[in-house]
């Protein structure tokens, strides 16, 4: 066995059980939010508007990646209220915590006449490093593993042998922090290193998600999956176009 079967429970605090599974969400969070604070000035932005963004996109974010959650497992939630707003045994999906993290964090650009554009690529290399570290929450909680396997690091399920999932997600995000970081010296344009975290994110979580024996569900297809494939086409697409036009401005001037 490559992994063994862990305790969820990190430790006990005045009678409340502290999860590893927060823990690890605590700790990207903000190792991502130091380093996305720390790049800031060579992206031209104020580090107090990086604090003042995350205050607000952070949040936002959990509450979109909650929500995201339960509404496609409304069976298992409709009648209990508390087990909706008990995150610590997991449940917590990345592209709700995007979606909604990212248009709070757009409306706060509006607000401070931040351009919305830098914020995104100032973050982008910060989310991917914070989901390598989260996922690892993930394997405490022994959730979002995969299928049957043979495969010599394969960790056990409920007495099965399973594709760590959490692991392929966790290494890959982690490359994807390194790309974008070195990318990102060089600028071309305004929204490339957000574009290239979505391409490259979507592609490996399309795949993966095959993997995976618990996704979320929209009838027969994985919700991640639709998910991932439409942002992967979308950012991919729009890659190419604004690679071109730079591409032409550059001979132009040239």
Request: hydrophobic share 50%; net charge positive.
């Amino acid at each position: 066995m490559f992994l063994p079967t862990p305790n969820p429970i990190a430790f006990t605090l005045l009678g409340l059980e502290i999860r590893w599974y927060g823990i690890f969400i605590a700790i990207g969070i903000l190792l991502g939010l130091y380093i996305g604070y720390k790049r800031a000035p060579g992206h031209g932005i104020p580090q107090e508007k990086v604090i003042d963004l995350a205050l607000i996109g952070i949040p936002a974010g959990i509450i979109g990646a909650r929500l995201y959650y339960v509404l496609f497992n409304w069976d298992y939630y409709a009648n209990d209220f508390y087990k909706i707003i008990d995150v610590r045994s997991g449940g917590l999906a990345i592209h709700g915590g995007l979606i909604l993290g990212l248009l709070a964090v757009a409306l706060g650009c509006r607000i401070w006449n931040i351009q919305p554009l830098s914020i995104l690529d100032l973050a982008a290399p910060s989310i991917a490093l914070a989901q390598s570290i989260g996922r690892w929450g993930n394997y405490f909680n022994q959730e979002a593993y995969g299928s049957p396997t043979d495969l010599p690091w394969a960790i056990e399920i409920n007495g099965n042998m399973v594709h760590p999932t959490f692991l392929y997600e966790s290494i890959w995000c982690f490359i994807i922090f390194i790309f974008l970081i070195i990318v990102d010296r060089h600028y071309y344009y305004n929204g490339r290193i957000f574009l290239l975290y979505g391409i490259l994110y979507s592609f490996e979580r399309f795949f993966v998600e095959h993997l995976r024996t618990d996704s979320l569900m929209w009838g027969d297809f994985k919700v991640a999956q639709i998910v991932s494939a439409l942002v992967f086409i979308l950012f991919l697409v729009i890659y190419i176009i604004l690679a071109r036009k730079h591409s032409r401005k550059n001979r132009m001037f040239y």
